[in-house]
C-alpha cells in the first residue's frame, strides 16, 4: 500500500500534458488542451486535458479523470503499478507500508548526497553573516529573495572543507561527495577539498526535480586562475548534454507561451525569471545537442535564441538551429547590440524591453542571409558561391517539408541560382575541404608515395580521434570542421569536450588554465601524438562523412521507428520521403568518398590532393 501524501506528491510533480501528449497530438486552446481521444473514434478533437484542474474530460465518450486514470486506461496498469511509473519518472520515491520495498535505486546515495548539498548552500545564503555579501549581490543583480528560492539558490563559503565537514558529520564520506563532484583533490592538497568556494551556487535540476549538479558563480570579480563560472563535472547521474537548465521549474510556462527561449547561461535564466520571464533554459558549458532538441520538442515547436553576437556566439546559434530544425523546432534568433545579453537587457529595459527584442527575432535563414550580405559575400559570383554553402547545412538540416521549401524558395531568390539547381545542391552533400588548394596539415608536409586505399590510419583510430589529430595541427580547418559537425557528433564525452574547446578558441593549448584534468590529460596524448597522418585532406573527409554518417544513422532509425508506430497516411508519406532522402544523402556521401580515393595510376606516381 502506497501512503496517500506520496500518492498526491505524484500527482502534484507528474506533468498531465507531458503524459498525455505522449499518446494524442494536443493543441492548446485557452488554458487548455484539446485532441482526439485515444479511447473511441474520435473524428473531430473531443479530448480536452485541464492542466490546471489535473484531469482530463472527453466529451465524446465520456471518459474523464486524473493523470493516473489516463495511465491506467492507457496501458492496463493498475492503481499501484500506475503510482510507481509515474513515481520513477517524475522523481518521486515510492514508499510502501507493509509487503516487499522494491529494489533501491543505486544512484539514490549520490541524489541524496546533491539534495544535502543544496540544503546547505542554501542554508548559507540564509545565514545573517555569512550569506550577507552573496545577498546583496544578488538583490544588485535584480535577484530578490523570492526568486532565489524558487531557484533553490544557495551560496558556498570561503573555504576549504565547510561543506566536507558538515557532511562527515550527517555520515556522508568523501568518495560520495568526490563522485558527484562537490570535492575536489590535487597534488598540493593532502586531502580532498570543497570544489565550490565564494561562489553563487546554482544547483542543477532534472526535469523531473533532482538535484543532479551544481554551477558556481564566482563572488566578486574571477581572479588569476580563478574561473568565474565553475560546475560540477558529469557523473552517473549528471550529462550536461542532456539536461537544459531551468526547464523543470519552466515548463509549463514554455508550453503556455508556446516558444522557449534559449539563452548561455544560468544567471541569464534567474535574471529573467526574476522579472516574470519564465519561458526561458540555458545550456550548461555545452553546445545544443540533439537530446536538447528532443527535450524542447516534448513543450514547444518554437525557439528564439538569445546567445552573444559575437564570432563564437554566432557559431553556436546556427549550429543550434541547425539541430533544433532537424527535430522538427523552427528556431528564430535574437541580435542584441555589442556587450549586451538577456541579463543586461532585462535590468536596463525591464521584461517589456527584453519581450521587445524577442518580438523582433528573425528566422535562422533570414539571420544567415543577412550577415552574408552585410560581409559581402553576395556582391560577387565565387562570394555567391560561398554563400551558398554556407546555407546548405541549414536547408538540409529541415525535417519540415513546407519549411524546407519556403528556405529553398528564399535562398533561390537572394542568390539568383535556379531552385532546381538548388534542390540538387540539397540532396548531394557537399564534397568536403579536401580539394582546397593550399591547405595542408603541418604532419603530412613533405611527404609523398602515397599507400593505397583509404587514409593510412592505425587501425582503432576512429573517426573522432582522427579528426582531432587533424584539427589541431591543422588550426585552420576548424572553421570547416564546425560547419559540419558539432559536439554532439562525438561519442566519447572527453573528445566531445575537446571539440568544443576548439569551436570556442581554435588556438586551444595546454598552457590554457581551467581545463578539466581528464580533458588536459587526453589533450596531451593528442598533442604528443607520433603517429604522422598521410593526406590530412582525405582523413579529414572521411574522419567527418564518417561522424555525419553515424549521426543520420541514428536519426534514419527514428524516422524509421516513427513510420511502424505511424498511422496516418499523409505523415507515413512524409517519412516515407524523408527516409528516402536520408538514404540519398548516405549513398551521395560515400559515393564521395569512394571517387576521391586515389586511382593506381596516381598511387603508382605519388599524386595526391590534399
Request: proline share 5%.
Amino acid at each position: 500500500m502506497i501512503p496517500d501524501d506520496v500518492v498526491e506528491e505524484v500527482r502534484a510533480r507528474a506533468d498531465l500534458v507531458e503524459v498525455v501528449g505522449e499518446h494524442v497530438q494536443l493543441k492548446k486552446s485557452g488554458k487548455e488542451w484539446k485532441g482526439k481521444c485515444p479511447f473511441h473514434d474520435d473524428r473531430t478533437p473531443s479530448f480536452f486535458v485541464v492542466p490546471h484542474k489535473a484531469f482530463y474530460k472527453c466529451f465524446g465518450c465520456g471518459e474523464s479523470g486524473d493523470v493516473f486514470a489516463f495511465v491506467m486506461k492507457q496501458s492496463g496498469m493498475n492503481f499501484t503499478d500506475a503510482v510507481k511509473s509515474l513515481g520513477a519518472r517524475f522523481g518521486v520515491e515510492i514508499r510502501e507500508v507493509g509487503g516487499d520495498r522494491e529494489e533501491e535505486d543505486p544512484r539514490r546515495p549520490l541524489f541524496e548526497a546533491n539534495a544535502f548539498a543544496r540544503d546547505w548552500f542554501r542554508a548559507q545564503l540564509l545565514d545573517p553573516e555569512t550569506g550577507r555579501a552573496a545577498r546583496t549581490y544578488l538583490q544588485e543583480r535584480g535577484i530578490d529573495m523570492e526568486t532565489a528560492e524558487r531557484f533553490g539558490l544557495g551560496f558556498a563559503p570561503d573555504g576549504w572543507r565547510g561543506l566536507r565537514d558538515h557532511a562527515a558529520d550527517h555520515g556522508l564520506s568523501d568518495a560520495l561527495l568526490m563522485e558527484v563532484g562537490l570535492l575536489s583533490t590535487s597534488e598540493k592538497a593532502p586531502e580532498p577539498y570543497d570544489r565550490f568556494r565564494n561562489r553563487i551556487i546554482f544547483p542543477i535540476e532534472s526535469v523531473t526535480g533532482r538535484v543532479v549538479a551544481f554551477g558556481g558563480r564566482v563572488l566578486g570579480k574571477a581572479g588569476s586562475g580563478v574561473p568565474k563560472y565553475l560546475n560540477s563535472p558529469e557523473s552517473s547521474v549528471y550529462h550536461k548534454g542532456e539536461i537544459l537548465y531551468g526547464l523543470g521549474w519552466n515548463r509549463n510556462a514554455i508550453r503556455r507561451e508556446e516558444v522557449a527561449l534559449v539563452v548561455e547561461g544560468y544567471m541569464d535564466v534567474v535574471a529573467l525569471g526574476a522579472a516574470g520571464v519564465e519561458h526561458s533554459v540555458a545550456t550548461l558549458g555545452t553546445s545544443m545537442t540533439q537530446e536538447h532538441a528532443r527535450l524542447l520538442k516534448r513543450y514547444t515547436s518554437r525557439v528564439v535564441l538569445l546567445f552573444d553576437s559575437d564570432t563564437a556566439g554566432l557559431r553556436a546559434t546556427f549550429r543550434a538551429g541547425d539541430i533544433l530544425l532537424a527535430a522538427g523546432i523552427h528556431p528564430s534568433v535574437v541580435t542584441f547590440p555589442p556587450g549586451e545579453d538577456p541579463d543586461t537587457v532585462v535590468q536596463a529595459e525591464g521584461a517589456d524591453g527584453l519581450r521587445r527584442h524577442v518580438q523582433s527575432a528573425v528566422d535562422i535563414l533570414d539571420r544567415k542571409i543577412q550577415l552574408l550580405d552585410e560581409r559581402g559575400f553576395l556582391e560577387s559570383i565565387d562570394g555567391t558561391r560561398r554563400a551558398v554553402d554556407k546555407l546548405l547545412p541549414t536547408i538540409r538540416a529541415v525535417r519540415d517539408p513546407a519549411l524546407r521549401d519556403l528556405y529553398v524558395a528564399k535562398v533561390a531568390e537572394r542568390t539568383s541560382i535556379r531552385r532546381e539547381t538548388l534542390e540538387e545542391e540539397v540532396a548531394r552533400p557537399q564534397p568536403g575541404p579536401a580539394r582546397s588548394a593550399g591547405v595542408r596539415g603541418t604532419r603530412d608536409a613533405g611527404r609523398s608515395a602515397p599507400r593505397p586505399g583509404r587514409s593510412q590510419v592505425p587501425v582503432g583510430l576512429g573517426p573522432e580521434r582522427q579528426l582531432l589529430l587533424v584539427l589541431l595541427n591543422a588550426r585552420e580547418w576548424i572553421e570547416r570542421a564546425v560547419e559540419q559537425v558539432g559536439p554532439e557528433d562525438f561519442q566519447d564525452p572527453v573528445y566531445r569536450e575537446i571539440f568544443r574547446l576548439l569551436m570556442d578558441d581554435s588556438e586551444l593549448s595546454l598552457d590554457d588554465g581551467g581545463l578539466d584534468p581528464t580533458v588536459r590529460r587526453r589533450l596531451e596524448e593528442l598533442v604528443g601524438d607520433p603517429e604522422e597522418l598521410e593526406h590530412t585532406g582525405r582523413v579529414f573527409e572521411e574522419s567527418v562523412a564518417d561522424l555525419r554518417d553515424r549521426s543520420q544513422q541514428r536519426t534514419q532509425q527514428e524516422v524509421e521507428a516513427e513510420l511502424r508506430r505511424s498511422d496516418d497516411p499523409s505523415r507515413k508519406r512524409e517519412l516515407l520521403e524523408e527516409l528516402e532522402r536520408l538514404r540519398r544523402e548516405r549513398r551521395g556521401r560515400w559515393n564521395v568518398i569512394r571517387r576521391a580515393q586515389p586511382s593506381a595510376s596516381d598511387q603508382a606516381s605519388g599524386r595526391m590532393d590534399t
